[in-house]
Structure formats: structure tokens, C-alpha cells
């Protein structure tokens, strides 16, 4: 019963109160997806959350980096870089641009995904040539999240991320993305 409920929900109908939202991020910040698609607490959230500042994008005001996109959908910081995930024009709630801000003033990166797959739960991937360009989320397995970019070659680096904000769009998104993996795991006697 409860399943069907879920399948009838028109996401594009349903939006999450501001006023929870703060609350829900941090639920869903200290939170993860076991390797079975089950939600799992995080007991040591308390170590997430003095490595990492989270929020919401509206902390980043009059923000025009996304303007020619479906908006943003995700922040990060490292000592770098200002990272940007992009929503798509055509559905607001797809990541689909990858842009990068250089701290040092150089000229950043800009990426389209050519896919993405909405199930990969935790990081956001991007190509650039042989290049690739990963953004972790944090989850139950990934305490500290990282920007990790891979070189051709096989080597590459990592940036520790010390601030993620996201989206209440992001957040509602994977929070209907948690519940139909847990619903899915639920066995009924």
C-alpha cells in the first residue's frame, strides 16, 4: 500500500517546506545508503559535521555562475576551487553542468555530462576527455567528501571538501531517492 502511494506521488506537485528543509539536509547529511539500498544512520555524524560546513545554495545569494542552466543544484568548496553542479534547463532537478571557479583567478572548467545516472546516490561524475572529475556527497562510507580528478594517465589528485551547500530541489530529489530504496528493501509478512 504503501509503495503504491509512492508510485501515485507527482513529484513535480510535491515540494518541501522551507521552514523543514534545514532540518531534512541535516538528516539526510548524517545519513547514508547501505550497500543493499537501505538508509543507515550515521553514528558518528558528529565527525562530519566538524569537517564539513553544509547549508543551503540560498547562502550563496545572487549566485550567476548557473544562470544559462536550470539553476544550481549543488556547492562545494575546497581550498582551490568553488565547485558548481548545475541543474539541466529542461528539468531542474538533473545535474547536468559542471563548472569550477578558480580560487588562484585562472580560468575554471566547464562541463556538460553527456549522462547521468540518477542512482549513483553519493557523487556527482563528469568527463572531460579522458579526464574525469568526481564531486562525493557524504554518506555513511564517505565520512569527508573529496573533489577527486583523474588524469589520463591514471594518476590524479584529491581537494578535502570543506563546505557543500545544496538545493532544496537537490535535497527533495534525494530524499524521494532514499524512501524508494527503502521501500523497495521492505519486506512484507
Keep these: 500500500m504503501l509503495l503504491k502511494k509512492l508510485n501515485k506521488l507527482n513529484r513535480s506537485s510535491f515540494t518541501i517546506p522551507k521552514s523543514i528543509t534545514g532540518f531534512m539536509l541535516g538528516i539526510f ?10 538508509a543507515i544512520a550515521d553514528n558518528n555524524s558528529n565527525e562530519l ?3 564539513l560546513q553544509t547549508g543551503l545554495i540560498d547562502q550563496l545569494g545572487n549566485d550567476q555562475t548557473c544562470a544559462d542552466t536550470g539553476g544550481i543544484l549543488a556547492y562545494a568548496e575546497t581550498k582551490d576551487y568553488g565547485l558548481y553542479i548545475c541543474a539541466d534547463i529542461n528539468d531542474p532537478r538533473q545535474p547536468k553542468h559542471y563548472r569550477s571557479v578558480n580560487k ?20 556527482f561524475e563528469f568527463y572531460n576527455g579522458d579526464y574525469v572529475y568526481m564531486l562525493q556527497l557524504p554518506s555513511a562510507q564517505i565520512k569527508q567528501p573529496l573533489l577527486v580528478v583523474e588524469f589520463p594517465d591514471g594518476d590524479g589528485y584529491e581537494q578535502k571538501i570543506t563546505r557543500l551547500l545544496l538545493s532544496q530541489e537537490l535535497l527533495q530529489h534525494l530524499a524521494l531517492q532514499s524512501n524508494r530504496l527503502r521501500v523497495k528493501t521492505f519486506n512484507v509478512f
Design 29 to 38: 547529511l548524517s545519513m547514508g545508503i547501505s550497500g543493499d539500498g537501505r
Design 104 to 123: 588562484n583567478g585562472s580560468p575554471g572548467v566547464r562541463l556538460t555530462a553527456r549522462t547521468y545516472n540518477p542512482n549513483q546516490g553519493n557523487y
Design 49 to 51: 559535521k566538524n569537517d
